[in-house]
T-cell receptor, first 112, second 113 residues
Framework: DTAVSQTPKYLVTQMGNDKSIKCEQNLGHDTMYWYKQDSKKFLKIMFSYNNKELIINETVPNRFSPKSPDKAHLNLHINSLELGDSAVYFC???????????FGEGSRLTVL | EDQVTQSPEALRLQEGESSSLNCSYTVSGLRGLFWYRQDPGKGPEFLFTLYSAGEEKEKERLKATLTKKESFLHITAPKPEDSATYLCAVQAGYGGSQGNLIFGKGTKLSVKP
């Protein structure tokens, strides 16, 4: 039974399109995150939600909009995709603001 | 600025050849230092948390240690299944990055039989 699951696993799309990635966790955690891992394998936080409220919002373009319908789900919508958005996006969850994160398997986004 | 530097970038070992990975950090009030393992095509998997200098944690062939400026991940008699990228992260206690995990770029470990 997967703890943190995200879909889709692969996304290939054209510049200018809009896409969404969905994430669900069944661990009962209060806090969920979106991380971006670029081609150099650097893992960087984008957003964090606690009980559906945004608590961390790093310097990310407005084209990225997270949405948390409930504390078990955190989705990421990306508008007007650019080449530089190509990366692997990881969803994660934890007990509030601990460093012990449980990651999903990642969603590889390729923008052509 | 809070940052994490890991070395070496890549490490090749023979099975049974022990070694150490290094994680140097600067952070505003260390709240915790974390080690993760990442296999190709997978998300990072949590290994250890260290909170204060002098602390050590062990799990099978891995032992993590912490000083005021760096952490080491010691791998004793590694096996091929230990091959992975090992990520170090710190959590700041205050400042602009407070609460965030700041990751290093990782050390890619390959263990040959």
């Amino acid at each position: 039974d997967t703890a943190v699951s995200q879909t889709p696993k692969y996304l290939v799309t054209q510049m200018g399109n809009d896409k969404s990635i969905k994430c669900e966790q069944n661990l009962g955690h209060d806090t969920m995150y979106w991380y971006k891992q670029d081609s150099k394998k650097f893992l960087k936080i984008m957003f964090s939600y606690n009980n559906k409220e945004l608590i961390i919002n790093e310097t990310v373009p407005n084209r990225f909009s997270p949405k948390s319908p409930d504390k078990a789900h955190l989705n990421l919508h990306i508008n007007s995709l650019e080449l530089g958005d190509s990366a692997v996006y990881f969803c994660a969850s934890s007990i509030i603001l601990t460093g012990e994160l449980f990651f999903g398997e990642g969603s590889r986004l390729t923008v052509l | 600025e809070d940052q994490v530097t890991q070395s070496p970038e890549a490490l090749r070992l023979q099975e049974g050849e022990s070694s150490s990975l290094n994680c140097s950090y600067t952070v505003s009030g260390l709240r915790g230092l974390f080690w993760y393992r990442q296999d190709p095509g997978k998300g990072p998997e949590f290994l250890f948390t260290l909170y204060s200098a002098g602390e050590e944690k062990e799990k099978e062939r891995l032992k993590a240690t912490l000083t005021k400026k760096e952490s080491f991940l010691h791998i004793t008699a590694p096996k091929p299944e230990d091959s992975a990228t090992y990520l170090c992260a710190v959590q700041a206690g205050y400042g602009g990055s407070q609460g965030n995990l700041i990751f290093g770029k990782g050390t890619k470990l390959s263990v040959k039989p």
